[in-house]
């Protein structure tokens, strides 16, 4: 590995830094949201990094912080052209130090396990990402109702079991981003599972969904499929130990089509897998 040179430098992204970063992942393959920046931004306004020569951004990488505890690392990317260079090693290590004294977790691909597990992350899970198309007219719930601002508290509320953290900033920017769908299904007045379905720059991806059942979680995602064109190809990336939320992609006629490894650095936080029927990205968490 070439040392970086002198004029590389890595400073905190501003916003609009963000989009570049975006448009990087769209460009890797990774199909982000169309309103992904905004969301992200709002998790942790400090914990985004670019790399630069000069003036020319070559690296990113997101070290979010959430709460006091726990963070996630994603959105590492180097431009092809300048990568085993060092600049990479640079912009990660300067990531983990942000997070450090955490928790950390982070998605990545199978293939690079053995150069996370030299920073200190374990192997927990794979999310396995699931492929189909949607399909409309289908009869919804009584019970499923749309996310808003009024319901909110109870969403804010019920996402804690679901995350290793408190999320509030990001998770009142997610379920109310343009191009998106929320439900929750309301059962006496007391939220039992939320989804949400997002644009990405091709197709949708769902994320999160939670719910105490699988019947729920089924509701729920007939809700999300129902308000996209159909036909239209979406995602939903299950954690694997949650073998019903594997049949309920089956079910609905989803085929396996890419996975991740989930690795956490630091104590693996406490999560009801078994509801959590799909994760909300791969780059935050």
Same mark, same amino acid.
Request: proline letters at 6%.
């Given at each position: 590995?070439?040392?970086?040179?002198?004029?590389?430098?890595?400073?905190?992204?501003?916003?609009?830094?963000?989009?570049?970063?975006?448009?990087?992942?769209?460009?890797?393959?990774?199909?982000?949201?169309?309103?992904?920046?905004?969301?992200?931004?709002?998790?942790?306004?400090?914990?985004?990094?670019?790399?630069? /020569? =000069?003036?020319?951004? !070559?690296? #990113?990488?997101?070290?979010?912080?959430?709460?006091?505890? @726990?963070? $996630? *690392?994603?959105?590492?990317?180097?431009?092809?052209?300048?990568?085993?260079?060092?600049?990479?090693?640079?912009?990660?290590?300067?990531?983990?130090?942000?997070?450090?004294?955490?928790? /950390? =977790?982070?998605?990545? !691909?199978? #293939?690079?396990?053995?150069?996370?597990?030299?920073?200190? @992350?374990? $192997? *927990?899970?794979?999310?396995?990402?699931?492929?189909?198309?949607?399909?409309?007219?289908?009869?919804?719930?009584?019970?499923?109702?749309?996310?808003?601002?009024?319901?909110?508290?109870?969403?804010?509320?019920?996402?804690?079991?679901?995350?290793?953290?408190?999320?509030?900033?990001?998770?009142?920017?997610?379920?109310?981003?343009?191009?998106?769908?929320?439900?929750?299904?309301?059962?006496?007045?007391?939220?039992?599972?939320?989804?949400?379905?997002?644009?990405?720059?091709?197709?949708?991806?769902?994320?999160?969904?939670?719910?105490?059942?699988?019947?729920?979680?089924?509701?729920?995602?007939?809700?999300?499929?129902?308000?996209?064109?159909?036909?239209?190809?979406?995602?939903?990336?299950?954690?694997?130990?949650?073998?019903?939320?594997?049949?309920?992609?089956?079910?609905?006629?989803?085929?396996?089509?890419?996975?991740?490894?989930?690795?956490?650095?630091?104590?693996?936080?406490?999560?009801?897998?078994?509801?959590?029927?799909?994760?909300?990205?791969?780059?935050?968490?």
């Amino acid at each position: 590995m070439i040392p970086a040179p002198h004029n590389y430098a890595i400073t905190t992204m501003s916003r609009e830094e963000i989009d570049t970063a975006i448009d990087w992942a769209a460009i890797e393959g990774w199909n982000p949201g169309l309103h992904d920046a905004d969301c992200f931004y709002a998790a942790d306004p400090t914990g985004f990094f670019m790399g630069k /020569i =000069g003036d020319t951004p !070559v690296a #990113a990488m997101a070290a979010v912080r959430y709460g006091a505890h @726990f963070g $996630f *690392a994603g959105l590492y990317i180097v431009k092809p052209e300048y990568r085993k260079k060092g600049y990479g090693i640079q912009i990660w290590n300067k990531g983990l130090d942000y997070l450090a004294e955490r928790t /950390i =977790g982070l998605d990545g !691909v199978v #293939a690079q396990q053995d150069n996370y597990k030299k920073s200190g @992350f374990r $192997f *927990a899970h794979r999310n396995m990402r699931f492929a189909g198309t949607s399909k409309t007219n289908q009869n919804l719930s009584p019970n499923i109702r749309i996310l808003s601002v009024d319901n909110f508290s109870s969403v804010h509320e019920y996402d804690k079991n679901f995350f290793p953290a408190d999320r509030e900033n990001f998770l009142k920017k997610w379920i109310a981003q343009p191009g998106s769908f929320s439900f929750g299904f309301f059962m006496h007045e007391k939220l039992q599972g939320y989804g949400v379905i997002r644009a990405c720059r091709s197709d949708y991806k769902i994320g999160p969904l939670n719910a105490e059942t699988p019947a729920i979680a089924h509701e729920i995602l007939i809700a999300l499929t129902s308000k996209i064109p159909a036909g239209t190809a979406i995602y939903l990336d299950a954690p694997e130990p949650n073998t019903e939320a594997i049949d309920l992609a089956h079910k609905h006629g989803m085929q396996f089509s890419f996975e991740t490894a989930r690795m956490y650095a630091g104590e693996f936080p406490e999560l009801p897998l078994q509801k959590i029927f799909s994760i909300t990205s791969f780059e935050l968490g």
